[in-house]
């Protein structure tokens, strides 16, 4: 059973909108941290949102003033609603979450949407 399942991604134009949703299969109180990752064919990682336990998400410069993470605790979800689309947002974006199980602090991982954005 996955821990984090993502969804919500497709193919949209350059300057479109898509909205993915990253459900967890426990209470978003009991996580440490969330992020929103991405990874583009023949790069690195990267890191596009990080959310606190508690205080305000951090973006990456690149996607300030488009992206937006939001939470609705009572489905254990999290979003990462993305306007403004560019060709280099293109990437299989993953959502992570940290927390505490019997061993100690353990990061899980989705299984990662696709985000196609075309010019």
């Known amino acids: 059973q996955r821990q984090l399942v993502e969804s919500g991604g497709g193919l949209v134009q350059a300057g479109g909108s898509l909205r993915l949703s990253c459900a967890v299969s426990r209470s978003l109180f009991s996580i440490k941290h969330m992020g929103w990752y991405r990874q583009a064919p023949g790069k690195q990682r990267e890191l596009v949102a990080f959310?606190?336990?508690?205080?305000?998400?951090n973006y990456t410069d690149s996607v300030k003033g488009r992206f937006t993470v939001s939470r609705d605790n009572a489905q254990n979800t999290v979003y990462l609603q993305m306007n403004s689309l560019k060709p280099e947002d293109t990437a299989v974006y993953h959502c992570?979450?940290?927390?505490?199980?019997?061993?100690?602090?353990?990061?899980?991982w989705g299984q990662g949407t696709q985000v196609t954005v075309s010019s």
């Open positions: 959310i606190p336990k508690t205080g305000s998400t």
């Open positions: 992570n979450a940290r927390w505490t199980t019997a061993w100690g602090d353990r990061d899980f």
